[in-house]
């Protein structure tokens, strides 16, 4: 079966360091990559997806980058974080955009 | 631009109940539609889903969705709430035709008292 992994679960980086966030999926092979940021009162927004490797989709002008090295790897990213990069950062995955998604467990990440 | 629209934020509801939260996307065509739930403290998971076929679709837990075309609109609802349906309930629109992303709206969180 298949399965989504995302890591850290929370994250505490001070003003202008750098952020790597991981997320890999088992279990399939070419699926649609994806990365969402929740705010309270706000829904999820998508920052990033990847349909292949190498191709990356951005959806906001922001301080973030996204890569997709590997296969089943994608990989948020920035040189020099800001306070208003906290919040909460989902990894998701699918096959088939019918189907809907799989969350990953989130990062909530706190920019200090 | 492609947008979803959530116009209840906050829910408080009796257990029992007639639960209707409203979905709104901005124009047509080829659409496939989505309602997630978040319990407090779990991940994202999907409720409910719509591509084709029989507008009435049933989902997980009692759920269920209408998707009405002329209206841009899939509802969802449930006939009695339980208290554990307390959560937070997003609805997802994918524009198809060959777009991968899919557009949340604000979510809506569900209050149901005991």
């Known amino acids: 079966s298949q399965t989504i992994h995302q890591w850290p679960a929370t994250l505490v980086q001070p003003v202008g360091s750098p952020l790597s966030l991981e997320c890999t999926v088992e279990?399939?092979?070419?699926?649609?990559l994806y990365w969402y940021r929740q705010a309270a009162g706000r829904g999820l927004q998508l920052l990033f997806y990847?349909?292949?490797?190498?191709?990356i989709s951005s959806e906001v002008p922001q301080n973030l980058s996204a890569s997709r090295p590997q296969d089943r790897q994608f990989i948020l990213s920035s040189k020099k974080l800001l306070l208003s990069d906290s919040g909460f950062y989902l990894c998701?995955?699918?096959?088939?955009?019918?189907?809907?998604?799989?969350f990953g467990s989130g990062t909530r990440l706190t920019v200090v | 631009a492609q947008s979803v629209s959530q116009h209840n934020h906050h829910v408080i509801l009796s257990e029992a109940a007639s639960l209707e939260l409203g979905c709104n996307y901005s124009?047509?065509?080829?659409?496939?539609l989505f309602w997630y739930v978040q319990y407090p403290g779990q991940h994202l998971q999907l409720l409910l889903k719509y591509f084709s076929g029989d507008p009435l679709v049933k989902g997980i837990k009692g759920f269920e969705a209408e998707f009405i075309k002329s209206k841009f609109s899939f509802n969802l609802r449930k006939p009695s709430v339980q208290w554990s349906d307390t959560a937070e309930y997003f609805c997802a629109v994918n524009w198809g035709s060959g777009t991968y992303k899919y557009i949340f709206g604000t979510g809506t969180r569900l209050k149901v008292l005991a």
């Open positions: 124009y047509g065509g080829t659409v496939n």
């Open positions: 990847s349909v292949g490797i190498g191709q």
């Open positions: 279990g399939t092979s070419n699926p649609n």
């Open positions: 998701a995955w699918g096959e088939d955009t019918r189907f809907g998604y799989t």
